[in-house]
């Protein structure tokens, strides 16, 4: 029988996700959770939706130090 999940541990293994993966027991209780609280869903997105702009973000700042290392060899 689950366990029933508190928000707070939701929302953790949300942004736990990001860096790590789940195990199939956290996943398990997340999607569980999930499927009860439309609070968390709502979260859930969000946090897919920020680590997608993230990923966006740093593909930018990477083209930024390219372009900055070489364009500024000649100006002092
Ligand atoms: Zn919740």
Redesign the pocket.
């Given at each position: 029988m689950f366990k029933m999940m508190m928000?707070k541990e939701?929302t953790h293994l949300m942004s736990k996700r990001l860096d790590v993966p789940l195990t199939f027991q956290e996943k398990l209780s997340l999607k569980v959770?999930l499927a009860m609280?439309s609070?968390?869903t709502q979260c859930n997105q969000q946090f897919s939706l920020l680590h997608e702009t993230g990923k966006q973000y740093e593909k930018l700042i990477e083209r930024d130090i390219v372009t900055l290392s070489s364009g500024s060899g000649d100006s002092r």
């Open positions: 928000c939701a959770h609280c609070y968390c």
